[in-house]
């Protein structure tokens, strides 16, 4: 069967790493009748919870290339038969992009309930299309932080792109002044490994064939 643009993707699980590249930055025209996520309610939460886009307020999926190439990936594997072995290497291969997703999410609600925010991670962390930032005056510093957390700590994977999910969360610790704190706990639980040192950023990840 010939898949189009997914034919050549090279995959690395462990950075979540494709070929970018060979992914269009809008959906095919003969996708368009076969938007998985066209519902809303339960269906759009249960979406936002197994995705984790990296750009929540883009319903499209689109602007952010990690975030278009998993969407891409889900619509044409909608399009294929369950029992086709093109349907199971595409699931695979969803399965472990949300992963190593989900797996950066626990990374920063474990470091959130070492602060003391245990009742409150799972709140702070949750970013939707309606979230909003707190303070626009804290956008720059939020940035900052966020670029040195991606530089010099492991709380991302290698080759993460930075994400606008964590922009907002970051926006929320400082507006709780736990921000540089969150830094601070950050480098000592995922400190940087030594450049050139290899090692697998998806060790604590459970993969199975779903």
């Not at 290497?89 to 989900?102: E, H, S, V």
């Not at 900052?144 to 991302?156: A, G, M, Q, R, V």
């Not at 907002?168 to 704190?181: K, M, P, T, Y």
Request: aromatic share 10%; glycine share 2%.
């Amino acid at each position: 069967m010939d898949m189009g643009p997914l034919e050549s993707i090279k995959f690395n699980p462990c950075s979540s790493r494709v070929s970018w590249n060979r992914f269009p930055r809008t959906m095919p025209s003969q996708c368009s009748n076969n938007n998985p996520y066209t519902s809303f309610g339960a269906t759009l939460a249960r979406d936002e919870e197994q995705n984790l886009w990296s750009t929540p307020h883009d319903v499209t999926h689109t602007e952010a290339d990690d975030d278009r190439v998993l969407y891409n990936m889900i619509v044409v594997r909608n399009q294929l038969d369950k029992d086709s072995e093109e349907w199971q290497k595409l699931n695979y291969d969803i399965y472990t992009l949300r992963q190593t997703r989900k797996e950066v999410r626990s990374r920063w609600k474990h470091i959130l309930e070492d602060l003391g925010f245990q009742k409150e991670a799972d709140s702070l962390l949750s970013v939707t299309k309606l979230s909003i930032i707190s303070d626009s005056q804290n956008m720059g510093k939020a940035r900052d932080i966020l670029l040195k957390l991606s530089e010099e700590t492991n709380i991302f994977p290698m080759s993460w792109e930075l994400s606008e999910r964590y922009l907002f969360v970051v926006d929320r610790l400082i507006a709780l002044d736990a921000a540089d704190e969150f830094f601070k706990m950050a480098s000592i639980a995922y400190p940087k490994r030594p450049r050139g040192e290899r090692a697998d950023d998806c060790q604590c990840i459970s993969v199975v064939t779903p």
